[in-house]
């Protein structure tokens, strides 16, 4: 199936009818929380088979996936992998691999969030949003609200990193 930018993949509290393999394109997962806040908290990519939570054992969605550019992904029926998983247990490396990727990402991203300045965690996000936008600026792709939320600054701050550009 294929998804627009602002188009919605899944969203935070279903039920988890469905897994999800992204086969191209981005997508940015918020949740929102108790007191209204809503926060960025991760962005999906390519070859990622989502939601993480739910590749052993269901679970409710955490948040809702919004596309940020035109995105294709494949829409797996639970049932379908759980019950494959149960009959192929060598699946389960396949997912252990997943999560494995997914964790050395989020290893990246504390890396990222811990150097030194501002300018230099907005260079490292641009770079890497870069290679996967297929030119689309990353401005285009996501607010400042979000990009601070992504390296752990105010939106003034990228504001002001932003003009300085």
Do not use: C
């Not at 992904?73 to 997912?95: C, D, F, M, S, T």
């Not at 890497?128 to 030119?135: F, I, V």
């Amino acid at each position: 199936m294929f998804l627009n930018k602002g188009e919605i993949l899944f969203r935070q509290g279903d039920s988890g009818e469905f897994l999800y393999h992204i086969k191209s394109g981005l997508f940015k997962v918020t949740r929102l929380h108790k007191n209204g806040n809503s926060v960025l908290f991760n962005v999906l990519y390519p070859g990622e088979t989502v939601p993480h939570h739910s590749l052993i054992t269901p679970k409710d969605i955490h948040g809702t996936a919004t596309a940020l550019m035109r995105s294709e992904v494949e829409k797996i029926p639970a049932e379908e992998w759980y019950r494959e998983l149960r009959e192929h247990p060598e699946k389960a490396l396949e997912i252990a691999l997943l999560l494995q990727e997914k964790v050395r990402f989020m290893q990246q991203r504390i890396d990222h969030l811990t150097v030194g300045t501002p300018a230099e965690r907005l260079a490292l996000l641009t770079d890497w949003l870069d290679s996967y936008a297929h030119g689309i600026h990353f401005t285009e792709l996501l607010t400042q609200e979000e990009i601070g939320q992504l390296i752990g600054v105010r939106r003034e701050t990228i504001n002001r990193l932003l003009r300085g550009h």
